[in-house]
């Protein structure tokens, strides 16, 4: 869970306390993430973001999410795998959704099916 949402810092710009260190500020980026996206494809307008229900830090990446689209003008369809095996129909609802573009939330199911079969 970032840093904000779990009240470990106050703020980015100001984090406060005698905490020290990094964190990947998921949350925080998604309009970044999403300003990027739309940059490396302009004509992208639908985009689905790829959530983990049991997630407990996604339901506030997706209102990140949701914001910082309605801002830029895009479509945002949530679609959810709670479970690998569920990934597959996940992608064939993004197709039906005729999503352009893809956004996946930070969550170790994914990045394991990411790499599963890869040497590191």
Do not use: W
């Amino acid at each position: 869970m970032p840093p904000i949402l779990s009240s470990l810092v106050a703020g980015l710009a100001r984090p406060g306390g005698n905490l020290t260190g990094l964190s990947r500020l998921t949350a925080e980026l998604l309009g970044k993430n999403l300003e990027l996206m739309k940059e490396a494809a302009p004509r992208a307008i639908r985009v689905a973001v790829l959530s983990k229900p049991t997630n407990p830090g996604h339901p506030a990446m997706v209102r990140n999410a949701k914001r910082a689209a309605d801002s830029l003008g895009l479509e945002v369809k949530i679609v959810g795998a709670g479970v690998p095996n569920e990934q597959q129909g996940t992608f064939s609802a993004m197709a039906r959704e005729h999503a352009s573009a893809l956004l996946v939330l930070a969550d170790g199911m994914f990045r394991e099916r990411c790499y599963r079969g890869r040497t590191r």
